[in-house]
Nanobody, 126 residues
């Protein structure tokens, strides 16, 4: 059973930075897609960034391009989301998600992902 554990959330002022971590365990696939989603109160969950484990390529939502960077440490089975130049509108619960490859949903669709973490809160004050 795949388990995802997020950490690194917190409160920061606008313009600041945070780094989120997602530690994965229990998967045996050689190729895997991992992503960060976020959900603000009263809004739908949206894809933020995704990265292919065991392959190449990253994807970003337009709203975070140039500010957020997704990366991986395969030895630690951990995916990171470095968030710079944070804005109040980045305030949300951030979730880590993982998908075994094999469906045709785009990376930003929740339906693509089999596994989800519990989430970590990010709050950005103005």
């Amino acid at each position: 059973q795949v388990q995802l554990v997020e950490s690194g959330g917190g409160s920061v002022q606008a313009g600041g930075s945070l780094r989120l971590s997602c530690a994965a365990s229990g998967y045996t696939y050689s190729r895997f897609l991992m992503a960060w989603f976020r959900q603000a109160p009263g809004k739908e969950r949206e894809g933020v960034a995704a990265i292919y484990i065991g392959g190449v390529g990253t994807n970003y939502a337009d709203s975070v391009k140039g500010r957020f960077t997704i990366s991986q440490d395969n030895g630690k089975k951990t995916v990171y989301l470095q968030m710079n130049s944070l804005k109040p509108e980045d305030t949300a619960m951030y979730y880590c998600a993982a998908a075994s490859l094999g469906n045709s949903y785009p990376w930003y669709r929740q339906a693509k992902y089999n596994y989800w973490g519990q989430g970590t809160q990010v709050t950005v004050s103005s």
